[in-house]
């Protein structure tokens, strides 16, 4: 990807995985229709875990390449905590907003429609503002 980024920028790639991650998620939508089986909640993630690998290795290389080099190990902690913190956080509102919505209506099926529509809009924000991504050229 790294060669990707430098011939052709890393954009395309960011917005492509960010928009394949909605993808994903909306397919985890299908899953909770009581006739749909199950399996495709599997395939649902592995576009999603697609589109990440699509994304993330991009977004992270253009953090560094446009980090000053006496700064690579701030930005390299920035990365990882941004990361850890996102995955926290997004778990624990999903489980807050399952939970919430399943007390209210006697079923988990409602907060998880909410979850993963949610899910798909945040990564569908993320394609539209991929595109502000920088360039392989203007990354110097």
């Known amino acids: ?10 954009t395309i790639l960011v917005v492509l995985g960010m928009a394949v991650i909605a993808l994903g ?11 749909v089986p199950a399996w495709i909640g599997l395939v649902a993630w592995a576009v999603a875990g697609f589109g990440m690998g699509l994304a993330f290795s991009p977004l992270s290389h253009v953090a560094l390449e446009l980090s000053p080099k006496d700064k690579e190990g701030k ?9 850890t913190l996102g995955a926290a956080l997004g778990i624990g509102i999903a ?3 399952v939970s919430t919505i399943g007390s209210i209506t006697d079923s988990e099926t409602p ?4 979850t ?6 945040v990564a569908g924000l993320g394609a539209v503002l991929g595109i502000r991504v920088p360039r392989g050229r203007e990354l110097g």
């Not at 990807?1 to 890393?10: E, L, M, N, V």
């Not at 993963?116 to 809009?121: E, R």
């Open 95 to 97: 489980g807050v907003l």
């Open 1 to 10: 990807q790294a060669r990707w980024i430098r011939t052709r920028g890393a």
């Open 111 to 114: 907060g998880l429609v909410v």
């Open 75 to 83: 930005t390299t902690t920035a990365l990882q905590l941004s990361d």
């Open 116 to 121: 993963f529509a949610m899910a798909a809009a």
């Open 25 to 35: 998620a909306a397919g985890m939508l299908l899953v909770l229709v009581p006739s």
